[in-house]
């Protein structure tokens, strides 16, 4: 059963989802991005708009697990004395807050801090990987492609925070190291809703040319449909 091939609408045509080779990477999902206080909002950013994300994440997340599929948790952040920090991205910006500053959830994207962890309505459970990750894709200096080779995946089911920055910045690198992937449009978010709705059109234009673009109620629909 496990082995099954289902077939979820999507564009710029259908994505044949290998139901024993495919991975959720759940990217960035931290509280750092998504409440009030964290690294997003000392960039100015309004975090709301990343918060309608959260509960159509939640119910791909459920069916994921309950169809017994690989969940793959991501988050951004640095190590506690900053030297996996480049000095070119601590520099960027003209946050009244950077990283590694205190702020009101412990340092920003700092591994170990409060604000630095996934949110609690997407909680990993135990056994799920969590890959910290110091860029903004989740290949560069991590050990994802090896556990993906371990798991034999081969597809990715991307979902996460920001659409432009790390959920591109990592359908790109999975693109050229020979992953399918299939971002969900709305289990991704964006500070910027137009910028959220260009990069999904840029994943799938000129025949899917980094990859497919569908639902979250049509991925659901795919996995639970007891096969
Ligand atoms: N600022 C912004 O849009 N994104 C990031 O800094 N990181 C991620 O996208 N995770």
């Not at 990993?124 to 890959?131: K, M, Q, R, T």
């Not at 809703?193 to 260009?198: G, L, N, S, T, Y």
Request: net charge negative; aromatic share 6%.
């Amino acid at each position: 059963m496990a082995h099954r091939v289902v077939h979820i609408p999507a564009t710029p045509s259908a994505f044949a989802l290998e139901k024993a080779h495919a991975a959720l990477l759940i990217i960035d999902m931290q509280r750092d991005f998504l409440e009030p206080g964290g690294f997003g909002e000392a960039l100015g950013n309004d975090v709301s708009h990343l918060r309608r994300a959260i509960a159509p994440n939640l119910a791909l997340l459920t069916a994921w697990r309950a169809a017994g599929m690989t969940v793959i948790h991501t988050r951004e952040g640095h190590r506690t004395d900053l030297a996996d920090l480049p000095p070119a991205k601590h520099r960027r910006g003209n946050a009244a807050l950077r990283i590694g500053d205190h702020g009101p959830m412990g340092r920003i994207l700092v591994r170990g801090e409060a604000g630095h962890d996934i949110i609690p309505e997407l909680y990993p459970l135990p056994g799920e990987p969590v890959i910290d990750k110091p860029g903004k894709g989740a290949f560069f200096a991590t050990d994802l492609e090896a556990i993906l080779r371990h798991c034999r995946i081969n597809q990715l089911v991307v979902t996460g925070v920001t659409t432009e920055v790390c959920v591109h910045t990592t359908i790109r690198e999975a693109n050229d190291r020979g992953y399918e992937c299939l971002a969900v449009s709305d289990c991704c978010a964006s500070y910027f809703p137009e910028f959220h709705d260009m990069a999904l059109r840029m994943i799938a234009a000129q025949g899917g040319i980094f990859g497919w673009v569908g639902d979250s109620s049509a991925v659901i629909d795919a996995i639970s449909r007891g096969d």
